[in-house]
Protein backbone atom coordinates (compact mmCIF):
# COMPACT_ATOMS: atom_id res chain seq x y z
CA UNK A 1 0.00 0.00 0.00
CA UNK A 2 1.23 3.88 -1.15
CA UNK A 3 1.68 5.84 2.23
CA UNK A 4 1.03 8.71 0.13
CA UNK A 5 -1.97 8.76 -2.85
CA UNK A 6 -1.70 12.13 -4.64
CA UNK A 7 -4.97 13.38 -5.82
CA UNK A 8 -4.74 15.32 -9.34
CA UNK A 9 -7.74 16.29 -10.93
CA UNK A 10 -7.47 17.46 -14.99
CA UNK A 11 -9.66 18.81 -17.45
CA UNK A 12 -8.03 19.84 -20.69
CA UNK A 13 -4.60 20.34 -19.35
CA UNK A 14 -2.77 18.95 -22.10
CA UNK A 15 -1.24 22.56 -22.15
CA UNK A 16 0.64 22.30 -18.61
CA UNK A 17 0.44 18.56 -17.66
CA UNK A 18 3.93 17.68 -19.11
CA UNK A 19 5.53 20.06 -16.92
CA UNK A 20 3.13 18.41 -13.71
CA UNK A 21 4.26 15.11 -14.40
CA UNK A 22 8.01 15.81 -14.70
CA UNK A 23 7.41 17.65 -11.53
CA UNK A 24 5.84 13.94 -9.70
CA UNK A 25 8.38 11.27 -11.88
CA UNK A 26 11.31 13.45 -10.02
CA UNK A 27 10.01 12.94 -6.28
CA UNK A 28 12.89 11.76 -3.90
CA UNK A 29 10.13 10.04 -1.85
CA UNK A 30 8.92 6.76 -3.65
CA UNK A 31 6.14 5.22 -2.00
CA UNK A 32 3.24 7.05 -3.63
CA UNK A 33 0.30 6.15 -5.83
CA UNK A 34 -1.13 9.21 -8.08
CA UNK A 35 -4.77 8.91 -8.46
CA UNK A 36 -5.52 11.00 -11.38
CA UNK A 37 -9.08 12.15 -12.27
CA UNK A 38 -9.66 13.44 -15.77
CA UNK A 39 -12.80 15.10 -15.92
CA UNK A 40 -14.06 14.74 -19.27
CA UNK A 41 -11.20 15.98 -21.32
CA UNK A 42 -11.21 16.82 -25.04
CA UNK A 43 -7.63 17.45 -25.53
CA UNK A 44 -4.52 15.54 -25.31
CA UNK A 45 -4.95 15.05 -21.48
CA UNK A 46 -6.37 11.45 -21.46
CA UNK A 47 -3.56 10.57 -24.12
CA UNK A 48 -0.88 11.93 -21.73
CA UNK A 49 -2.28 10.12 -18.47
CA UNK A 50 -2.26 6.98 -20.06
CA UNK A 51 0.77 6.82 -21.09
CA UNK A 52 2.03 7.77 -17.58
CA UNK A 53 0.24 5.14 -16.10
CA UNK A 54 1.88 2.79 -18.64
CA UNK A 55 5.17 3.96 -17.90
CA UNK A 56 4.45 3.88 -14.21
CA UNK A 57 2.41 1.34 -12.09
CA UNK A 58 2.31 3.87 -9.54
CA UNK A 59 -0.41 5.81 -11.42
CA UNK A 60 -4.11 5.15 -11.86
CA UNK A 61 -6.15 7.12 -14.34
CA UNK A 62 -9.98 7.31 -13.61
CA UNK A 63 -12.13 8.66 -15.84
CA UNK A 64 -15.33 10.42 -15.83
CA UNK A 65 -17.62 12.31 -17.79
CA UNK A 66 -17.04 16.74 -17.25
CA UNK A 67 -18.69 17.15 -13.60
CA UNK A 68 -16.45 20.33 -12.50
CA UNK A 69 -13.68 20.00 -10.06
CA UNK A 70 -15.60 18.93 -6.91
CA UNK A 71 -16.88 16.08 -8.39
CA UNK A 72 -13.51 15.10 -9.79
CA UNK A 73 -11.80 15.84 -6.22
CA UNK A 74 -14.87 13.23 -4.39
CA UNK A 75 -14.15 10.90 -6.71
CA UNK A 76 -10.22 10.73 -6.46
CA UNK A 77 -10.83 10.73 -3.03
CA UNK A 78 -12.61 7.41 -2.51
CA UNK A 79 -10.52 5.83 -4.83
CA UNK A 80 -7.11 6.78 -2.60
CA UNK A 81 -5.44 4.33 -0.76
CA UNK A 82 -2.57 6.03 1.56
CA UNK A 83 -2.47 7.12 4.44
CA UNK A 84 -1.72 10.82 3.61
CA UNK A 85 -3.39 12.62 0.66
CA UNK A 86 -1.35 15.20 -0.96
CA UNK A 87 -3.18 17.45 -3.86
CA UNK A 88 -1.78 18.21 -6.72
CA UNK A 89 -3.27 20.52 -9.74
CA UNK A 90 -2.24 19.21 -13.63
CA UNK A 91 -1.19 23.08 -14.03
CA UNK A 92 1.91 23.35 -11.25
CA UNK A 93 4.81 21.93 -10.93
CA UNK A 94 6.13 20.21 -7.38
CA UNK A 95 9.71 20.81 -5.89
CA UNK A 96 11.25 17.01 -5.87
CA UNK A 97 11.17 16.97 -2.48
CA UNK A 98 7.88 18.09 -1.99
CA UNK A 99 6.55 14.73 -0.77
CA UNK A 100 9.51 14.03 1.24
CA UNK A 101 9.26 16.96 3.32
CA UNK A 102 5.83 16.90 4.06
CA UNK A 103 5.83 13.30 5.12
CA UNK A 104 8.48 13.76 7.54
CA UNK A 105 6.77 16.45 8.66
CA UNK A 106 3.88 14.51 10.51
CA UNK A 107 5.94 12.59 12.89
CA UNK A 108 7.92 14.80 13.97
CA UNK A 109 4.49 17.05 14.42
CA UNK A 110 2.35 14.53 15.47
CA UNK A 111 -0.36 17.42 16.45
CA UNK A 112 -0.49 18.26 12.77
CA UNK A 113 -3.54 17.40 10.96
CA UNK A 114 -3.10 19.49 7.70
CA UNK A 115 -0.39 20.66 6.37
CA UNK A 116 0.77 23.06 3.53
CA UNK A 117 4.17 24.97 2.35
CA UNK A 118 5.20 27.75 0.97
CA UNK A 119 4.63 28.26 -2.39
CA UNK A 120 6.16 30.43 -5.48
CA UNK A 121 4.73 31.43 -8.53
CA UNK A 122 5.19 29.82 -11.97
CA UNK A 123 5.84 32.10 -14.71
CA UNK A 124 4.16 35.39 -15.21
CA UNK A 125 2.13 36.39 -12.41
CA UNK A 126 -0.24 39.35 -11.45
CA UNK A 127 0.98 42.03 -8.63
CA UNK A 128 -2.21 40.96 -6.70
CA UNK A 129 -1.16 36.85 -7.42
CA UNK A 130 2.21 37.80 -5.84
CA UNK A 131 0.64 39.88 -3.14
CA UNK A 132 -1.41 37.09 -2.35
CA UNK A 133 1.39 34.48 -2.23
CA UNK A 134 3.35 37.14 0.21
CA UNK A 135 0.91 37.22 2.77
CA UNK A 136 0.03 33.23 2.52
CA UNK A 137 3.78 32.50 2.78
CA UNK A 138 3.58 34.68 5.92
CA UNK A 139 1.62 32.81 7.92
CA UNK A 140 3.07 29.55 9.18
CA UNK A 141 1.55 28.07 12.40
CA UNK A 142 -1.86 26.89 13.69
CA UNK A 143 -2.75 30.41 15.67
CA UNK A 144 -1.47 32.39 12.14
CA UNK A 145 -4.09 30.37 9.72
CA UNK A 146 -6.62 30.54 12.08
CA UNK A 147 -6.40 34.22 13.03
CA UNK A 148 -6.57 35.22 9.33
CA UNK A 149 -8.77 32.61 7.53
CA UNK A 150 -11.41 34.80 7.03
CA UNK A 151 -9.41 37.12 4.96
CA UNK A 152 -8.67 34.52 2.43
CA UNK A 153 -7.59 31.24 1.53
CA UNK A 154 -4.52 30.98 4.01
CA UNK A 155 -2.88 27.55 2.37
CA UNK A 156 -2.41 26.39 -1.19
CA UNK A 157 -5.17 24.09 -2.02
CA UNK A 158 -2.63 22.27 -4.39
CA UNK A 159 0.35 22.03 -1.72
CA UNK A 160 -1.87 20.61 1.11
CA UNK A 161 -1.28 17.06 2.22
CA UNK A 162 -3.38 15.68 4.73
CA UNK A 163 -3.90 12.96 7.15
CA UNK A 164 -6.09 10.89 5.45
CA UNK A 165 -8.35 10.22 8.86
CA UNK A 166 -8.94 14.35 8.89
CA UNK A 167 -10.05 13.92 4.96
CA UNK A 168 -12.74 11.38 6.50
CA UNK A 169 -13.67 13.54 9.75
CA UNK A 170 -14.35 16.38 7.23
CA UNK A 171 -16.55 13.83 4.45
CA UNK A 172 -14.31 15.26 1.51
CA UNK A 173 -15.54 18.07 -0.35
CA UNK A 174 -18.70 19.82 -0.07
CA UNK A 175 -21.27 22.18 -2.53
CA UNK A 176 -21.93 25.00 -1.57
CA UNK A 177 -22.18 27.57 -4.24
CA UNK A 178 -18.36 29.14 -3.34
CA UNK A 179 -14.69 27.64 -3.67
CA UNK A 180 -14.65 24.09 -2.42
CA UNK A 181 -10.78 24.28 -1.39
CA UNK A 182 -11.55 27.40 0.93
CA UNK A 183 -14.75 25.43 2.39
CA UNK A 184 -12.69 22.90 3.18
CA UNK A 185 -10.16 25.15 5.17
CA UNK A 186 -13.19 26.45 6.88
CA UNK A 187 -14.50 23.66 8.03
CA UNK A 188 -11.60 22.18 9.16
CA UNK A 189 -10.96 24.91 11.26
CA UNK A 190 -14.18 24.86 12.62
CA UNK A 191 -13.57 20.85 13.32
CA UNK A 192 -10.92 21.83 15.79
CA UNK A 193 -8.28 20.59 12.50
CA UNK A 194 -4.86 21.64 13.54
CA UNK A 195 -2.79 23.40 10.53
CA UNK A 196 0.83 23.93 9.63
CA UNK A 197 2.79 24.78 7.23
CA UNK A 198 6.41 23.93 5.73
CA UNK A 199 8.92 26.71 5.90
CA UNK A 200 10.10 25.45 2.48
CA UNK A 201 8.67 26.47 -0.78
CA UNK A 202 7.48 22.79 -2.30
CA UNK A 203 4.98 24.43 -4.72
CA UNK A 204 5.29 26.62 -8.37
CA UNK A 205 1.67 27.69 -8.54
CA UNK A 206 0.66 29.36 -11.82
CA UNK A 207 -1.54 32.11 -12.31
CA UNK A 208 -3.27 32.34 -15.81
CA UNK A 209 -6.58 33.07 -17.41
CA UNK A 210 -7.42 29.29 -17.24
CA UNK A 211 -7.99 29.50 -13.87
CA UNK A 212 -10.76 28.48 -12.19
CA UNK A 213 -10.65 31.78 -9.75
CA UNK A 214 -10.76 33.67 -12.73
CA UNK A 215 -13.49 31.33 -14.72
CA UNK A 216 -15.94 30.07 -12.44
CA UNK A 217 -17.96 32.24 -10.34
CA UNK A 218 -18.13 30.03 -7.34
CA UNK A 219 -14.68 32.00 -6.72
CA UNK A 220 -15.95 35.72 -7.36
CA UNK A 221 -15.31 37.98 -4.63
CA UNK A 222 -18.89 37.81 -3.37
CA UNK A 223 -18.94 34.00 -2.95
CA UNK A 224 -15.92 33.98 -1.20
CA UNK A 225 -17.50 36.54 1.11
CA UNK A 226 -20.40 34.34 1.55
CA UNK A 227 -18.23 31.91 2.46
CA UNK A 228 -16.96 33.76 5.21
CA UNK A 229 -19.93 34.71 6.63
CA UNK A 230 -21.38 31.25 7.17
CA UNK A 231 -18.20 30.02 9.03
CA UNK A 232 -18.49 33.25 10.72
CA UNK A 233 -21.76 32.90 12.04
CA UNK A 234 -21.25 29.21 13.02
CA UNK A 235 -17.87 30.14 14.77
CA UNK A 236 -17.22 33.64 16.03
CA UNK A 237 -20.68 35.58 15.64
CA UNK A 238 -22.25 32.42 17.98
CA UNK A 239 -23.86 33.88 21.31
CA UNK A 240 -22.82 37.49 20.77
CA UNK A 241 -25.05 39.88 21.77
CA UNK A 242 -23.42 42.35 19.40
CA UNK A 243 -21.21 42.81 16.08
CA UNK A 244 -19.42 45.82 15.28
CA UNK A 245 -17.99 46.11 11.96
CA UNK A 246 -14.96 48.42 11.05
CA UNK A 247 -15.36 49.47 7.27
CA UNK A 248 -18.11 51.31 6.18
CA UNK A 249 -16.65 51.68 2.63
CA UNK A 250 -17.31 49.76 -0.21
CA UNK A 251 -15.92 46.54 1.44
CA UNK A 252 -17.71 47.03 4.60
CA UNK A 253 -21.24 48.10 2.68
CA UNK A 254 -20.68 44.71 0.75
CA UNK A 255 -19.94 42.90 3.76
CA UNK A 256 -22.53 43.85 6.54
CA UNK A 257 -25.17 42.96 3.78
CA UNK A 258 -24.19 39.86 3.94
CA UNK A 259 -24.20 39.62 7.39
CA UNK A 260 -27.67 41.41 7.54
CA UNK A 261 -28.97 38.70 5.50
CA UNK A 262 -27.92 35.92 7.68
CA UNK A 263 -29.11 37.76 10.64
CA UNK A 264 -26.33 39.45 12.09
CA UNK A 265 -26.96 42.60 11.28
CA UNK A 266 -24.25 44.93 12.83
CA UNK A 267 -24.81 47.04 15.93
CA UNK A 268 -22.65 50.22 14.85
CA UNK A 269 -20.17 50.53 12.37
CA UNK A 270 -16.28 52.38 13.17
CA UNK A 271 -14.77 54.31 10.47
CA UNK A 272 -11.90 56.62 9.42
CA UNK A 273 -13.36 58.67 6.88
CA UNK A 274 -14.86 62.10 8.08
CA UNK A 275 -17.13 62.09 5.58
CA UNK A 276 -18.83 58.58 6.71
CA UNK A 277 -19.05 59.64 10.60
CA UNK A 278 -21.68 60.91 11.82
CA UNK A 279 -24.14 59.34 9.47
CA UNK A 280 -25.84 55.76 9.55
CA UNK A 281 -25.62 52.74 7.24
CA UNK A 282 -28.84 50.30 7.44
CA UNK A 283 -29.89 52.61 10.71
CA UNK A 284 -26.49 52.22 12.64
CA UNK A 285 -24.08 54.17 13.61
CA UNK A 286 -20.63 55.04 12.12
CA UNK A 287 -18.51 55.85 14.76
CA UNK A 288 -14.94 57.10 14.94
CA UNK A 289 -11.88 54.74 16.51
CA UNK A 290 -11.79 56.24 19.40
CA UNK A 291 -15.09 56.26 20.53
CA UNK A 292 -15.27 52.35 20.50
CA UNK A 293 -14.06 51.71 23.90
CA UNK A 294 -17.11 53.18 25.14
CA UNK A 295 -19.30 51.59 22.53
CA UNK A 296 -17.69 48.08 23.35
CA UNK A 297 -18.15 48.75 27.08
CA UNK A 298 -22.15 48.83 26.39
CA UNK A 299 -22.32 44.89 25.59
CA UNK A 300 -21.81 41.99 27.55
CA UNK A 301 -19.72 39.80 24.75
CA UNK A 302 -19.65 41.91 21.88
CA UNK A 303 -17.50 40.99 18.80
CA UNK A 304 -15.69 42.86 15.87
CA UNK A 305 -15.13 42.18 12.12
CA UNK A 306 -12.51 44.39 9.86
CA UNK A 307 -13.72 44.73 6.38
CA UNK A 308 -11.33 47.09 5.43
CA UNK A 309 -9.76 45.97 2.05
CA UNK A 310 -7.21 48.62 1.78
CA UNK A 311 -3.72 47.69 1.52
CA UNK A 312 -1.78 48.32 4.52
CA UNK A 313 -5.13 49.31 6.39
CA UNK A 314 -5.32 45.87 8.04
CA UNK A 315 -1.81 46.22 9.86
CA UNK A 316 -3.17 50.10 10.98
CA UNK A 317 -6.17 48.60 12.27
CA UNK A 318 -4.74 45.88 14.67
CA UNK A 319 -2.43 48.31 15.84
CA UNK A 320 -5.15 50.22 17.12
CA UNK A 321 -7.17 47.29 18.84
CA UNK A 322 -4.21 46.50 20.74
CA UNK A 323 -4.10 49.64 21.75
CA UNK A 324 -7.89 49.06 23.02
CA UNK A 325 -7.08 45.79 24.70
CA UNK A 326 -8.97 43.17 22.16
CA UNK A 327 -7.01 40.03 21.46
CA UNK A 328 -7.52 39.23 17.29
CA UNK A 329 -8.71 35.70 17.34
CA UNK A 330 -10.80 36.21 20.56
CA UNK A 331 -12.34 39.55 20.43
CA UNK A 332 -12.27 40.74 16.95
CA UNK A 333 -11.65 38.98 13.39
CA UNK A 334 -10.12 40.58 9.79
CA UNK A 335 -12.63 39.50 6.97
CA UNK A 336 -11.20 41.68 4.07
Known amino acids: MPEISLLMPCYNAAAT ?23 GSTDATPGLLAEAARRDPRWRVLAQPHG ?30 RLEVQ ?13 GCRVEPLGPAREGFRLYLDWQNSLMTDEDIRRERFVESPLAHPGLMLRR ?24 AQAGLRFAKTPESL ?5 HPERLTRTD ?12 VHYLAAGPLAGRDALILWGAGESGRRFSKLLKEAGHAPAAYV ?30 NPVLLAAVGARGARALI ?16 AAA
Open 17 to 39: LPEALTSIAAQTFAAYEVVAVDD
Open 68 to 97: GILTALNAGLAACRGAFIARMDADDRMHPA
Open 103 to 115: RAWFPAHPETDVL
Open 165 to 188: EAYDRLGGYEEHGWAEDYDLLLRA
Open 203 to 207: LAWRD
Open 217 to 228: ARYSPHNFARAR
Open 271 to 300: DVDPRRIGSTRYGRPILPPEVLPAEWARYR
Open 318 to 333: RARLEDFGLVEGRDWW
